[in-house]
């Protein structure tokens, strides 16, 4: 059976889970408060930042879920991530709506990668 390894723990949950090849993050949220397109911009540095230090990058991001608070903002996410999301290599993606941890987040994304 493959390592199962666990960082950035809380007692709670940890942000980054690799099992054998596979990574997977928690729900990265971004600046409590902050716009849409800035949430989205922190979870993508946030993104960027967890699988470097998996030994990992976004070019081998296999699935990503997107919890927006209002759909009305899909757009405004959807630009950030167009221009972050590497061509070619465009993971497979869900999107939906979700009433989030607290009213100040408006997205959360979730990210299973490979090594």
């Known amino acids: 059976m493959s390592e199962i390894t666990r960082a950035h723990g809380n007692g709670r949950m940890s942000q980054l889970v690799t099992h054998g090849d596979t990574i997977y993050l928690a729900g990265q949220v971004g ?18 930042t967890l699988l470097a230090e998996a030994g990992s990058d976004k070019t081998k991001i296999l699935q ?38 607290t009213p100040e987040y408006k997205v959360e994304i979730i990210i299973t990668a490979a090594k």
Do not use: C, K, Y
């Open 31 to 48: 600046t409590a408060g902050a716009s849409v397109t800035q949430q989205t911009q922190d979870i993508l540095n946030q993104i960027d």
């Open 64 to 101: 990503a879920i997107i919890w927006l608070d209002d759909m009305a903002d899909f757009a405004e996410m959807n630009a950030v991530w167009d221009a972050w999301v590497p061509q070619g290599n465009e993971p497979a993606r869900a999107a939906g709506s979700a009433h989030l941890a």
